[in-house]
């Protein structure tokens, strides 16, 4: 058995599954992968030879092992990719977001039909588009040369050789599918102890001759504290009566409602939004 077959074994992937895999890298379809488990292939792409080490770079798959199986009759697969004392481990360990980022990834990756190549390119070209990895060359050799650093180091970071750099979460959530990313942040928010609660969307309508009302919300408010019965005990249970829990939520909505009309009316009149919304109107997840 050659080395990379031994690779594919002890990774458990089928040629359908590497193949997968490869997407979008030049001859990486299963019957040249198959071959290359067969017999000596002249002239295989670079790429393909550079997509296949980091794929099994844990297993200890090399050039030479592809290019000369051959001479590597004996190779030993390494079934200890991260050694104890690896920071990127500990890392994996600590940084749960991290973590919930990279299994969702690879799920997504491994049971539909998106690939890591394509990933690996939308991702790097967001991160250059702000600066974060080299731009985007424009001759073809270079974007080659661009694509395969692109898809090595993302390649990396899902097989827990490298840390994700922080700066790249929100791109990274930004190039997962609505319902990908919307599982992503619920599990990254529930590592936190908090919920995913979307920030309401102040809207740009004709309150020009309206004025502040900001005392309707402090009568609002004393609505709520003169209605807070049910809470009163520090809890909310079938213990309290239901016209007066249905008359404290009656008011909490009317206060909810008070606020928000007075920041639309803010905004209309001064152009100015709350600082979350400004952050949320400048992050990579809202382009």
Not at 6 to 18: E, G, M, T, V
Not at 112 to 117: C, K
Not at 139 to 150: G, I, L, M, P, Q
Not at 188 to 194: D, E, F, H, L
Request: with cysteine; hydrophobic share 35%.
């Amino acid at each position: 058995m050659r080395p990379l077959q031994k690779c594919r074994d002890a990774r458990n992937l089928s040629l359908p599954a590497l193949e997968k895999l490869l997407t979008g890298v030049h001859g990486g379809s299963k019957t040249t992968l198959s071959r290359l488990e067969t017999k000596p292939i002249n002239n295989v792409s670079k790429g393909l030879l550079i997509a296949l080490v980091e794929i099994f770079k844990n297993q200890g798959l090399k050039t030479e092992h592809i290019i000369q199986p051959e001479h590597y009759s004996d190779f030993s697969v390494n079934y200890s990719p991260i050694s104890e004392k690896s920071p990127c481990q500990k890392a994996d360990m600590v940084f749960d977001e991290e973590k919930v980022l990279v299994n969702i990834t690879k799920q997504w990756i491994e049971n539909t039909s998106a690939t890591l190549s394509t990933f690996a390119v939308e991702l790097y070209e967001k991160l250059a588009a702000d600066s974060f990895v080299k731009e985007q060359p424009v001759t073809s050799n270079e974007y080659t040369t661009w694509e395969n650093t692109a898809f090595k180091r993302i390649s990396r970071i899902l097989n827990g050789e490298h840390p994700m750099p922080l700066s790249w979460k929100y791109y990274w959530l930004s190039c997962l599918p609505e319902n990908i990313k919307q599982l992503a942040l619920n599990e990254m928010m529930a590592n936190s102890g908090y919920m995913l609660i979307a920030l309401p969307k102040t809207q740009k309508i004709d309150t020009k001759n309206e004025l502040a009302k900001i005392d309707v919300i402090s009568h609002q408010f004393a609505d709520v504290i003169g209605k807070s019965k049910p809470a009163q005990d520090g809890v909310y249970d079938d213990r309290d009566d239901v016209k007066e829990v249905q008359l404290l939520q009656d008011k909490l909505m009317e206060l909810v409602a008070a606020c928000l009309r007075e920041q639309t009316v803010i905004y209309n009149s001064t152009g100015i939004t709350s600082k979350l919304e400004q952050i949320w109107a400048n992050s990579p997840l809202n382009r």
